[in-house]
């Protein structure tokens, strides 16, 4: 995306345009090719591309302009509880969202709301985890597939201690009851991690 950093260490302003639009635009990620593979400031690409990202959603139109082009949520279920998640994660101090996915369609539908806490990506789909890890703010975990909602709390509760949440603050976890059955996220907790 930052072609002339190819072979210079500063990128245009059309480029560094693109990425900021790209972002705005809701993009869970973008890439580097030549900059990073053969270019002569790979480190400074990736870098420059790091931070016009970062600046790019702490501007204080983001949110405004992300929501203005975000296409309007279903009424379902699924996209009522990632709803929920962001109003929750707004007004509580929240560790982490875990969002239990046996396809990795609700982390996508949390990240899609772009909420500020971390999103802890639990799957037992080792394919899925891997996917998950292009989706924005995500931060994916295999994991063997729950038994019951205590069993995906414990499982929940023990990859948030893994990443050093903050064991004073809630955790939101999001799933599907019954376990393995994809696109039913039909469960919201809220529990606080001993």
Same mark, same amino acid.
């Given at each position: 995306?930052?072609?002339?950093?190819?072979?210079?260490?500063?990128?245009?302003?059309?480029?560094?345009? +693109?990425?900021?639009?790209?972002?705005?635009?809701?993009?869970? =990620?973008?890439?580097?090719?030549?900059?990073?593979?053969?270019?002569?400031?790979?480190?400074? =690409?990736?870098?420059?591309?790091?931070? %016009?990202?970062?600046?790019?959603?702490?501007?204080?139109?983001?949110?405004?302009?992300?929501? =203005?082009?975000?296409?309007?949520?279903?009424?379902?279920?699924?996209?009522?509880?990632?709803?929920?998640?962001?109003?929750?994660?707004?007004?509580?101090?929240?560790?982490?969202?875990? =969002?239990?996915?046996?396809?990795?369609?609700?982390?996508?539908?949390?990240?899609?709301?772009?909420?500020?806490?971390? %999103?802890?990506?639990?799957?037992? +789909?080792?394919?899925?985890?891997?996917?998950?890890?292009?989706?924005?703010?995500?931060?994916?975990?295999?994991? +063997?597939?729950?038994?019951?909602?205590? +069993?995906?709390?414990?499982?929940?509760?023990?990859?948030?201690?893994?990443?050093?949440?903050?064991?004073?603050?809630?955790?939101?976890?999001?799933?599907?009851?019954?376990?393995?059955?994809?696109? %039913?996220?039909?469960?919201?907790? %809220?529990?606080?991690?001993?």
């Amino acid at each position: 995306m930052l072609e002339s950093m190819v072979s210079s260490a500063v990128p245009t302003r059309a480029e560094t345009s +693109d990425v900021a639009t790209a972002v705005f635009d809701g993009a869970d =990620a973008v890439m580097l090719s030549a900059e990073s593979a053969s270019g002569a400031f790979p480190v400074q =690409a990736v870098s420059m591309m790091n931070r %016009i990202i970062e600046r790019t959603e702490n501007a204080p139109s983001y949110r405004q302009l992300f929501k =203005a082009v975000r296409p309007p949520a279903s009424a379902d279920a699924p996209e009522a509880i990632s709803a929920a998640i962001f109003t929750i994660a707004s007004m509580l101090p929240v560790a982490a969202i875990v =969002a239990y996915t046996t396809s990795g369609a609700t982390a996508e539908r949390i990240a899609r709301e772009r909420p500020t806490s971390r %999103i802890l990506s639990l799957t037992p +789909d080792e394919a899925v985890a891997r996917q998950l890890t292009l989706t924005w703010g995500a931060c994916p975990l295999h994991v +063997d597939d729950a038994q019951n909602v205590e +069993d995906m709390v414990t499982k929940a509760t023990a990859a948030a201690h893994r990443i050093g949440v903050d064991r004073h603050k809630p955790l939101l976890i999001a799933a599907g009851v019954p376990f393995g059955t994809p696109g %039913i996220s039909n469960l919201l907790r %809220i529990v606080y991690p001993s």
